[in-house]
Structures are given as structure tokens and as C-alpha cells.
T-cell receptor, first 116, second 112 residues
């Protein structure tokens, strides 16, 4: 079946502009995660959505970052007033959230954001 | 919160050798430990995982071991091949949490 998809695959923007990154999770997956991966670095957690529950925003680095998930499916990560340090690959992952909390995460291909 | 340390950051081996990557975690309540492989320019993909009720799991040339007492787990790759070259990430997920904490990754290079 179709995996997690993200768009755009690449985004180049100027400092100070706003950007929106989109994630389409696997159909039926109730959990959705956003991560940031800087060059040569690990996966930095940003935000977690589970069904209709309030999202866990504990990883968002500043109030310029926000995300929403409409209808429990598609998610959009918005970065306002982008800065050069926001340049990174933004990865989305979804999981089916089985009981016991031992879910496998399925990652999208990522959006490479470059802020000039 | 959970803290995961991963070593080494870079590992270079000859084709056919074994490779071992080690991770330690801090939260004794963690109960799920996945390993992901990320090839250059591609998405991370789960290669193997282990839950806290077992000590070892194998899948062909890869295996993962877990020592709950010492709070560390390791990835073992035998008979390495050039296509094993990638960045490998470990992660730990605490009991009651749905957000895994990732290690910083190990870049494995297998020389033919």
C-alpha cells in the first residue's frame, strides 16, 4: 500500500518568509510525528498527534513553529519568519498505535528546507 | 525524560566483517527499542526492534541484544556487505510514552 508521503520534497525560501510543509500519513494510522534532522544530526522530535487528543508540542523549538492535523489525517507544519538555522530535513512519521505503546513508525521521504 | 547515547558515531569495516553499534538509555521504564537504517538521501526504515521482555532477537544477518539491568542495547550485523553502508539510529520508548527518543546515529561504512 501507499506509504507516508510529504510535499514538497525540496523547499528553498528567503529568510523571514513563512513556509508550509505537508504530510500524508498511511491510511488508518492514528499517530503522526514530526521530526527535524539537521545535517549529520539525529532525529529531533517536534510534535506528536494522536487521534483527536491535544497534540504534544513539547519539541517545538520556538513559537514560530506550529502544526495542525485536519480530520485526523493530513498534517501541516508551518514555520513563520524562517531563519537560516531552520534549514534542515523535516521528516514526518505515522504509526498505527497498537496497544502497549510499541508502535512501529513509518517515515516519509522528508522535505529538505533551505533558508537563504 | 529519556536520554539515549549511541556509539560509535562512525564505524568503518571491511566487507565480511561484523559491526556492532551500542546504545544506552536512562529511563528504566523504557520498554521498546527499535533500530532504523537511513541510506543516503532516503527515509529512515525500521530494520529490527526488541521489546523489554526479551533479551535477544535475530533476523538473518542482524541481531539486537538488550541488557535491561545495565540499560543498554546493541545492534549486531554479521557478514557485512557494501549495501549495509548507511546511518543507523537506535531509539528507546518509555513506558506510557508514545514518543521515542533517538540516538544521534552511527554512520556505517562497509569497504568492498
Amino acid at each position: 500500500g501507499a506509504g507516508v508521503s510529504q510535499s514538497p520534497s525540496n523547499k528553498v525560501t528567503e529568510k523571514g518568509k513563512d513556509v508550509e510543509l505537508r504530510c500524508d500519513p498511511i491510511s488508518g494510522h492514528t499517530a503522526l510525528y514530526w521530526y527535524r534532522q539537521s545535517l549529520g544530526q539525529g532525529l529531533e522530535f517536534l510534535i506528536y498527534f494522536q487521534g483527536n487528543s491535544a497534540p504534544d508540542k513539547s519539541g517545538l523549538p520556538s513559537d514560530r513553529f506550529s502544526a495542525e492535523r485536519t480530520g485526523g489525517s493530513v498534517s501541516t507544519l508551518t514555520i513563520q519568519r524562517t531563519q537560516q538555522e531552520d534549514s534542515a530535513v523535516y521528516l514526518c512519521a505515522s504509526s498505527p498505535r497498537t496497544s502497549g505503546g510499541t508502535d512501529t513508525q513509518y517515515f516519509g521521504p522528508g522535505t529538505r528546507l533551505t533558508v537563504l | 525524560g529519556e536520554n539515549v547515547e549511541q556509539h560509535p558515531s562512525t564505524l568503518s569495516v571491511q566487507e565480511g566483517d561484523s559491526a556492532v553499534i551500542k546504545c544506552t538509555y536512562s529511563d528504566s521504564a523504557s520498554n521498546y527499542f527499535p533500530w532504523y537504517k537511513q541510506e543516503l538521501g532516503k527515509r529512515p526504515q525500521l530494520i529490527i526492534d526488541i521489546r523489554s521482555n526479551v533479551g535477544e532477537k535475530k533476523d538473518q544477518r542482524i541481531a539486537v541484544t538488550l541488557n535491561k539491568t545495565a540499560k543498554h542495547f546493541s545492534l549486531h550485523i554479521t557478514e557485512t556487505q557494501p549495501e549495509d553502508s548507511a546511518v543507523y539510529f537506535c531509539a528507546a520508548k518509555g513506558g506510557g510514552s508514545y514518543i521515542p527518543t533517538f540516538g544521534r546515529g552511527t554512520s556505517l561504512i562497509v569497504h568492498p
